[in-house]
């Protein structure tokens, strides 16, 4: 059991069956050859088929209580690097402030422009669109 004779510096993608070169292949450095046994485009093909499968797969993974404790962890020592540098560095510690207080303005923004959706998509709602509209627009 050899491998498929094909031409050098190329290699038979194992779902399209097409022959392209190494560089259509993403790198993998587990695999004997270096590379992915797909080409990027059906890597790509995939991705879209099953994006919404995909997503809620990451989703779930990122929810584990494994993740959920990790990324606390990270953000805590990553907090605890800061205010060290911060401490010791008084340019750094502006630096960061500075930083919150742009996070903080546009997380209110944020906010501020969800509550006023809200409100107009409930206004909209309270209001009684006349028959004669909606069915002049469902004959059209
Ligand atoms: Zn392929």
């Known amino acids: 059991m050899g491998t498929e004779h094909v031409t050098e510096g190329c290699k038979r993608c194992a779902r399209c069956g097409e022959v392209l070169p190494f560089a ?22 995939y991705r879209s088929e ?16 494994e993740r959920v404790e990790y990324r606390r962890a990270y953000c805590r020592a990553r907090a605890a690097i800061d205010r060290a ?8 510690a502006e630096q960061r402030r500075a930083k919150w207080r742009e996070h903080a303005r ?3 923004e944020r906010i501020r422009l969800r509550r006023a959706a809200e409100k107009a998509a409930a206004a909209l ?13 469902n004959e059209s």
Do not use: M, Y
């Open 24 to 45: 259509a292949f993403a790198k993998l450095s587990a695999a004997l050859d270096g590379r992915q046994g797909w080409c990027k485009q059906c890597f790509v093909a």
């Open 106 to 108: 546009r997380r209110a």
């Open 50 to 65: 099953h994006r919404a499968e995909l997503t809620a797969k990451a989703k779930r993974h990122s929810q584990t209580p």
């Open 85 to 92: 540098k911060a401490e010791a560095d008084p340019q750094f």
């Open 125 to 137: 709602q309270s209001i009684a669109i006349p028959n004669h509209l909606t069915s002049a627009e």
